[in-house]
């Protein structure tokens, strides 16, 4: 079997074949086949590989796998091969940065701070939203002018909600 | 002593005062909002009586509802916790109304201590050094500038009625004052219901370094050491650590004479904590006396060996201090870090469901967590979700044992502070044991990289995941087992087929 | 200090070992049997070293593969935990002339405390006093009946080369002489390869105490209080208690200096351990000495605030002791509960796959466990799985947390002696410290009755699982959701859908 | 929907039918039926029953599961209406003892006590086992004569392996 995973910037072809009891052929990109010894389990993945032990905890997230490894964290991205075709096809560049201002957690909107038609620099704050007990202030990511707000003050919103949209100041 | 104790908080704290409770031999009783229903402070508990819905104005604010269950269960006593009704004079009397006991100090003390301004003037007249430059609450934009260009930019913006950090702006020049000023009072509003502020001036590299004391009702009164807390983010502590090590053994005797003194000064009974600003000449401000148990409690419980929910339950049913100022001797030292479900760059915070727990173990380690594997994070309260705490016989194993412990924990699901734990643990800095509250608004040690070996791990352990997935899938014809094993069974699926 | 330590142990001890690795900045390097490859120490090392299968002579007995391994992964020292090849001076003089340190006493200590006939003159020479009636290994049924009517009925029949309860038994007549010493002789020769045992007077309501010694390579050795182990089964010890509610402060001393003297008579170095038989009259025998570090060491580091496994390290390192005998001043009391795979009624084992596990979290709590909610308890090895310890101020306060650590503690798909503990920890001659090794031969208080409610509960929760169980088989059409989540959500499946 | 729940000595008929979200109404036998508010997942059923609140751990478990609760344990056999009828249907009468001894743990045979024929009382030692280091006695539970031994010394066994057959000594 075949899947594509997306740890940060990087994409990785993994070739998994299972070869005995808790045992696999595991070969990353082009790099040779390796064998691993393995306990896979919902939430532990731990590994030998040659001398080395190595655990690692793995939680559902949206859209992939929450690895924690040695007192780091990452998200996976786990595509089968024909997700990962199908995502190549629709091309996978990303900008510098979203024209989309969206809370990252569940809130209550406190105050918006900026207009239809506003101007913004990157890292001002567009809207205030209160969570957890605390004031947090959203900032743009990019430079450019508020093309819609989505939210008004009080409106509770969910996570990953878009707050504002920006028009970018110049595409190039 | 109590048989049956309402705690009406909910969290860490709830289940920290719970665990006393069950070590008196007392029944603990919580207290719920709707969506906390099967928290786990409730789960801690024996009892416990659905006091509303999510907003915290309409459940654990609510009065009437708190001491309704309180009387509904039987409930002889009352331990507030920290935060939501534990500095509120006006419960503190309504609880006492109802003939329960309040595990708490008298209600006029934390009306003295309450009020930032009077608990200033009452010490000031006990001979208790304060911060300068502080006054009235301001009534608008213009009398807070008057009153910061008397003291000197910076200054600091600070609820009357505050705590925790809520309320609270550091001011840098005049431009960016009216600004603060409303946020200030927003926030103040919000997490008191009283948007008082006043302007202080703001003490450059300072340590905030408190004295926990004790006071019984007859008349005993001992401090017990010092808790260094000037690993600030927000104006909230982050990392805390007893002894400080920035002060010394005259300095540390000092500082607790004052808060005695300042505790006796509104005639203090129960457990509280005397807030100190201390300068790089290690004079020392009183800054306010928090009349309830503080969340960095443990480390001195660590250090001189005292259960402090055990003492407060004590002094509340009316018995004398269980030992002297003589008996209290440090031992070792003991760190903090609180771990708060929030971004560990961003501090944005970050709810949700728990999908992997694990917590630290072994020697030096002591965890007081309000989450487990089964618990949903809400978004409506306080995003601290645990504290972890080390005891080493010197400053350094505390350091290394929190490194170890951090590395064992693992909360995936939610996004937790532990990277900034880890950053602060090896801030050259913070190692020395040199640091002020500017601390984290210096440029911290990178987090470190992942070598080689644990991103390739990483990357394998997500295709073996996906694949176990797919294989499960594919056999996943109804099992000839047991009744009730798939599901249970799902817990536990294991694929560890070798031996 | 060391850079790479290989531990040559499994199981709790070998990851308590390597806690105190991290600690000290040192890669921990773990070896392991076959079926043991994602055994939690495993999972707590950075390097792992498979030794041979599933027979420990084959594996972790196995000397040839143990420093193969030390050698292949460049290990500068070698701990041995405790049993194994912890008292095998063999290996420790084979360990030293591969250049590798043996963090453990010297190979000619462990030899005369290894024999414990040799030990036993060793000591008497030194002034040490000793169980009467105790001679040579037994030829035959014979010799040991002599040997039983010289000193009088009843007797002990030990092993040699014993330690642990293994091939030991209490004989209490003629008759049952013969067959207890053919018992003991298997035992014996399974566990140690050597069936020598002999015959000593067994004395009447004895109790187990134990003195801690540290002896550095520089001539300093140093008493770290005792440990009161009289609550055993099958002459194993099941809870262990630091300080001994049975001596005072004048025996301790004595105790402590005799074991001192005893460590001196045989060239001591490291960490090692003198047990007495203390009579009701208070009057001390030398037993054995252990030439390691002991199962319930950690008693000990509650109560001085030491770590032994650091100063076991620091003296393999050539370091002198870091404390004088002055400077080791107990605090509180600590008690500890070993927790078994095994039957709490019958004490047979039980091994298996754990599908839920919690450990105990808050004030006073120290856990070291050899398991986790993945791990797999393989009949091969000792039943041990888990230490259980609290600290209080006092007595009270620890039996009190220990009972509420108890209740915290859920370990399911495996039985284990929890029940038991509870029963130890509510025994009244317990809860009075006056107690001897016959206590769990004694009646101990029923097991507590679940009230109505909680069979209820229990009833309830049996069928909201098989229901829940239905409800997600219905709906176990492919979900739409994310690739990778639906393995992992069967950790979690949640099923709050309330808020 | 309705289960018999196997608890002990007990065996209830139980009642269960949702009623809202992550609330159910619960008849046990003849009892009155009640509304209780619960969290049930694959390990933790968290009940609100009144003002009373109880934990219950659930671990799967071979014939049914493993319940936790207030540091007591227990095992409850889980039955649908259909199976409790046929378990009713052949009948449940349990005697006072088994006739056969078997070994709970697997482990190795280490010596076989008895042999066919021999005759043997409630508590006679008939195989030692040895598990987890430790030598393990196993018993009769019941008065008799050994019918068949079916291990030797040496032999490896699995948890639950019939070690000696008896043929009780009196069945009135």
Same sequence: chains 1, 4.
């Avoid at chain 2, 719920?32 to 009892?47: I, W």
Wanted: net charge negative; with cysteine; charged share 25%.
């Amino acid at each position: 079997m075949r899947y594509t995973i997306e740890l940060g910037d990087e994409s990785v072809a993994v070739d998994v074949h299972p070869v005995g009891p808790g045992r696999y052929r595991v070969q990353l990109g082009d790099a040779p086949a390796r064998t691993v010894e393995a306990a896979v389990e919902p939430g532990l993945v731990h590994l030998l590989l040659g001398d080395r032990s190595l655990s690692v905890r793995a939680g559902a997230a949206p859209g992939g796998v929450d690895l924690h490894a040695a007192g780091l964290r990452a998200r996976a991205g786990a595509l089968d091969a024909r997700a990962a075709r199908l995502k190549a096809r629709r091309g996978g560049a990303k900008g510098a940065g979203s024209d989309v201002v969206r809370t990252p957690m569940p809130g209550r909107v406190v105050q918006v701070m900026v207009a239809e038609g506003d101007a913004v620099v990157p890292g001002q704050g567009v809207v205030i939203v209160e969570a957890m007990k605390m004031e947090n202030e959203l900032r743009a990511e990019i430079a450019g002018v508020v093309a819609k707000v989505h939210v008004k003050a009080d409106d509770r919103v969910e996570g990953n909600a878009d707050l504002v949209t920006l028009r970018p100041a110049e595409s190039d | 002593m109590f048989e049956r104790v309402l705690v009406a908080n909910r969290g860490e704290i709830a289940v920290r005062v719970m665990r006393t409770l069950r070590d008196v031999g007392a029944t603990p009783i919580a207290i719920y909002s709707e969506p906390d229903r099967h928290a786990l402070h409730v789960r801690h508990a024996d009892v416990a009586v659905c006091v509303g819905p999510e907003a915290s104005a309409q459940s654990y604010l609510n009065m009437d509802a708190v001491l309704d269950a309180a009387r509904r269960t039987g409930a002889q006593a009352i331990h507030p916790g920290y935060g939501f009704l534990s500095e509120n004079a006006t419960f503190a009397r309504r609880v006492a109304e109802a003939g329960i006991t309040w595990i708490g100090p008298p209600p006029s003390a934390i009306e003295t201590m309450g009020s930032k301004l009077l608990a200033r003037r009452t010490v000031e007249a006990a001979g208790v050094p304060v911060v300068p430059g502080v006054s009235e609450p301001v009534r608008d934009p213009d009398e807070a500038l008057a009153i910061a260009r008397g003291v000197g930019f910076p200054v600091m913006v600070k609820a009357s009625a505050g705590g925790g950090g809520k309320g609270m702006r550091l001011v840098h020049d005049e431009a960016a004052l009216s600004k603060a000023l409303d946020a200030a009072r927003r926030e103040a509003a919000g997490a008191f219901g009283d948007d008082a502020v006043y302007v202080e001036k703001f003490v450059v590299e300072p340590h905030h370094v408190e004295i926990q004391v004790l006071c019984d009702a007859h008349g005993n009164a001992v401090y017990v050491g010092e808790r260094e807390c000037s690993v600030q983010r927000r104006h909230q502590k982050v990392v805390e650590e007893c002894p400080s090590p920035f002060i010394d053994e005259d300095v540390r005797r000092a500082m607790g004479e004052v808060a005695v003194a300042a505790a006796r000064a509104c005639g203090y009974v129960g457990a509280g904590t005397v807030e100190f600003l201390v300068g790089g000449d290690k004079r020392f401000y009183f800054l306010e006396m928090n009349t309830r148990l503080q969340v960095e409690h443990p480390v001195t419980e660590l250090v001189y060996g005292v259960d402090l929910v055990d003492a407060q339950l004590r002094i509340a049913a009316g018995q004398p201090l269980p030992f002297a100022q003589a008996d209290l001797v440090p031992r070792g030292h003991a760190l903090e870090c609180r771990i708060y479900a929030e971004d560990p760059e961003t501090y944005l915070p970050s709810p949700g469901a728990v999908t992997q727990l694990r917590w630290p173990e072994g020697p030096g380690v002591r965890v007081d967590a309000g989450i487990d594997g089964f618990s949903v994070v809400p978004m409506a309260y306080d995003p601290m979700v645990a504290k972890l705490c080390t005891w080493g016989s010197d400053r350094g194993q505390a350091i290394r044992r929190m490194r170890r412990a951090l590395d064992e924990t693992v909360v995936l699901g939610i996004t937790t502070n532990v990277p900034l734990h880890h950053r602060v643990l090896t801030h050259p800095a913070f190692v020395a044991g040199r640091y002020d509250t500017g601390l984290l608004n210096t440029t911290l040690p990178a987090a470190a990289a992942a070598d080689a070996g644990w991103k390739e791990a990483a990357i394998i352990a997500a295709a073996l995941t996906r694949h176990a997935e797919d294989t499960a899938r594919a056999a996943r014809a109804p099992s000839a087992g047991a009744p009730g094993s798939a599901w249970l069974a799902q817990g536990r699926q294991r694929q560890i087929t070798g031996g």
